[in-house]
C-alpha cells in the first residue's frame, strides 16, 4: 500500500517562501502523475498543481507565476516551491497520487500565512 | 464560487438512501470521467467512487456512482451513522487546464 509523507509547512509572512516536500514510498514514484490540493480550514478542498511522469506541470489560476512543482523520483520526492504567498494560500496542503483520480493521500501539513 | 456546484448540505435518516448532486458543464463533467471523495471530520480525504460508477476495492457497494450529460450524482443508500462527511466530487476541466473540486456537500445522519 502506497504511502504518503508531507512536510516543510509552518507560519510564514505574506510576501515570503516555502517549499513543502512529499516523501512517497510503497509504489513505483515515477511511473504517477502527483499533484497537491489544498483546504483552509473549515472550507473545501482545491486542486493547486500537478505534475506529470514526463515532468509536464499544471496549476490553478491562483498560484500560477507564484508556485512550482517538481519532482526527484531518484528521491521518490515531491516538491512544492511556494512564493509570495498571500493570506488566501493559508491551508492543509496535501500531497496526492494521480491514479484513479487522486487514490493515495497523505496527511497533510498546514501552511499559516500571518504577519 | 465553485465551477462544479453540489448542494451545501445533505441530511438522512439511517436505513435511508440519500442522493448528492454534482452539476457542471460541457468543458468538464460533459467530456471527462468524474470522481467522488469521502472525508471525515480531521481526515484525508478518500476516494470513493472513480471512472463515474467504479467502486475501489474495499469501499461498500452501498456507495454508487452515476453520470448524465454535464450532471454527476452520488447515492448512499443505508445509511449509516458512520457515513456522516463531507462529500466531494472532482473532474478535469478543459477550459481551465486543471482539476476542478465541487464545493463540497455535508452529510448529516439525523
Known amino acids: 500500500e502506497g504511502q504518503l509523507v508531507e512536510s516543510g509547512g509552518g507560519l510564514v509572512q505574506p510576501g515570503g517562501s516555502l517549499r513543502l516536500s512529499c516523501a512517497a514510498s510503497g509504489f513505483t514514484f515515477s511511473s504517477y502523475d502527483m499533484h497537491w490540493v489544498r483546504q483552509p480550514t473549515g472550507k473545501g478542498l482545491e486542486w493547486v498543481s500537478g505534475?506529470?511522469?514526463?515532468?509536464?506541470?499544471y496549476y490553478s489560476g491562483s498560484v500560477k507565476g507564484r508556485f512550482t512543482i517538481s519532482r526527484e523520483n531518484a528521491k521518490n520526492s515531491l516538491y512544492l516551491q511556494m512564493n509570495s504567498l498571500r493570506a488566501g494560500d493559508t491551508a492543509v496542503y496535501y500531497c496526492t497520487r494521480g491514479a484513479a483520480g487522486f487514490d493515495y493521500w497523505g496527511q497533510g501539513t498546514l501552511v499559516t500565512v500571518s504577519s | 464560487q465553485s465551477v462544479l456546484t453540489q448542494p451545501p448540505s445533505a441530511s438522512g435518516t439511517p436505513g435511508q438512501r440519500v442522493s448528492i448532486s454534482c452539476t457542471g458543464r460541457s468543458s468538464n463533467i460533459g467530456s471527462h470521467v468524474v470522481y467522488w471523495y469521502q472525508q471525515l471530520p480531521g481526515t484525508a480525504p478518500k476516494l470513493l467512487i472513480y471512472t463515474n460508477d467504479q467502486r475501489p476495492s474495499g469501499v461498500s457497494d452501498r456507495f454508487s456512482g452515476s453520470k448524465s450529460g454535464t450532471s454527476a450524482s452520488l447515492a448512499i443508500s443505508g445509511l449509516q451513522s458512520e457515513d456522516e462527511a463531507d462529500y466531494y466530487c472532482?473532474?478535469?476541466?478543459?477550459?481551465?487546464?486543471?482539476?476542478?473540486f465541487g464545493g463540497g456537500t455535508k452529510l448529516t445522519v439525523l
Open positions: 472532482i473532474v478535469w476541466d478543459d477550459s481551465l487546464n486543471g482539476w476542478v
Open positions: 505534475i506529470g511522469t514526463g515532468g509536464d506541470t
